[in-house]
């Protein structure tokens, strides 16, 4: 089974979990704690993925690292992965339950690129086409490229809505060289 599949499975187990339980909220919020001292522990993450580390060991080192993180439940749930040895799984289960919490709540994550700072009434106006446009909330995520030459980007999902003045160019030129021939 392939680790996206294993992960999303943990993910959406543990999301389910936490709605019938009640504390959804709690559990989002641990596992945003959790993902920052991920993101700031490399040694931590290396840990957790060595196949020479046991599972025990794994368990009793996620106990010490978020016994004040983190509350029972999903401390249980971290106890779960590390006795299925997938305890290495744990940064992308918490990507993919962040991705079916969105998913249910309707909000999907939209990349914006442009090739000069956008104003805020900008990025309200274009937020509020997308939202239109995809019928979600939109969480946008501004970055700044420029080679762009101007416009924007969007990235949705799989799909990229290319509006930038380099595209044009570039549609321009194989318009005019096709053309030729």
Do not use: C, W
């Amino acid at each position: 089974m392939s680790s996206v599949i294993a992960s999303r499975r943990y993910a959406s187990a543990l999301l389910s979990a936490a709605e019938e339980g009640g504390f959804l909220d709690q559990a989002t919020q641990e596992l945003a704690q959790i993902k920052i001292v991920l993101d700031q522990s490399r040694e931590l993450v290396h840990v957790l993925r060595s196949p020479v580390i046991n599972a025990d060991k794994k368990t009793h080192i996620l106990q010490e690292v978020f016994a004040d993180t983190v509350g029972d439940k999903v401390m249980i749930f971290l106890k779960l992965i590390a006795k299925k040895k997938r305890s290495g799984m744990l940064p992308q289960i918490i990507v993919e339950y962040q991705k079916l919490l969105d998913e249910a709540n309707g909000i999907i994550n939209v990349s914006i690129t442009s090739a000069t700072p956008m104003s805020d009434d900008q990025v309200k106006a274009l937020v509020a086409k997308l939202s239109s446009y995809t019928g979600k909330t939109i969480r946008e995520k501004m970055a700044l490229n420029g080679e762009l030459l101007g416009g924007v980007t969007v990235k949705i999902g799989d799909t990229i809505l290319d509006g930038s003045v380099r595209h044009q160019l570039q549609l321009l030129k194989k318009a005019l060289v096709s053309e030729r021939v």
